[in-house]
């Protein structure tokens, strides 16, 4: 069962604006991930935040975790028509080996 | 971080029929994850595959439509038995590592 709920599911901006996408999940976890995904191809490993971090930053990408509010979200920098493609969040209540449960997953459209 | 080599890449089946799936890991890992992503859907966990023991099935994926094998720490085999035109996915193998978890470039399966 999806656990993460991205919201806006889908989003379209321009080439140099900044795309945030939200993520909220319903029970305790280890850690929570991003991940993009190309057209239906595999997935790309992002960030993992861990359940005591509050942000961190990699490059163009800025994740935050609220774990009284159970929310995540992402935050794309100056984005480019290289970053369209579609980004889910995964919880996980244990790092590396248990099950990965992902939300709905958010469609990204940056236009050039 | 793993390389995971996945195969077929795509295939297009008549129903009735098997396929299997293949995921080759550059490096050994205990446990091995089978997911399903549906058009235009989210990933969702069909199976945990640990070596030496039988896989763990989520609710609503059985062994004998969906059989795993587990040989060895860097391989394991997934098989869509019987299939049917709702068997078209996409499967996805996956490793999970400390940081993050690793994906197969994925298996587009149609069945007509």
């Known amino acids: 069962s999806q656990q993460g709920e991205e919201d806006p599911q889908a989003l379209s901006i321009q080439e140099g604006e900044n795309a945030t996408m939200n993520c909220s999940y319903k029970t305790s976890i280890n850690n929570l991930q991003w991940y993009r995904q190309n057209s239906g191809r595999g997935l790309v490993h992002l960030i993992l935040i861990r359940s005591n971090e509050r942000e961190k930053h990699s490059g163009r990408l800025r994740v935050t975790l609220d774990t009284s509010k159970k929310s995540s979200s992402l935050l794309i920098t100056a984005s480019r028509a290289a970053d369209t493609a579609s980004y889910f969040c995964a919880t996980a209540r244990s790092g590396g080996s248990e099950k990965l449960v992902f939300g709905k997953g958010m469609k990204l459209t940056v236009n050039p | 971080s793993a390389v995971i080599s996945q195969k077929p890449s795509r295939d297009i089946c008549q129903r009735g029929t098997s396929l299997t799936i293949q995921c080759q890991v550059d490096s050994q890992v205990t446990m091995m994850f089978w997911y399903r992503q549906q058009p235009g859907q989210s990933l969702t966990l069909i199976a945990t595959?640990?070596?030496?023991?039988?896989?763990?099935?989520e609710s609503g994926f059985v062994i004998d439509k969906f059989p795993i094998s587990r040989p060895n720490l860097t391989f394991s085999t997934l098989t869509v038995s019987n299939m049917s035109p709702e068997d078209s996915s996409i499967y996805l193998c996956?490793?999970?590592?400390?940081?993050?978890?690793?994906f197969g470039s994925g298996t587009r399966l149609t069945v007509v």
């Open positions: 996956s490793v999970g590592l400390s940081y993050g978890y690793t």
């Open positions: 595959a640990n070596q030496g023991s039988e896989a763990t099935y």
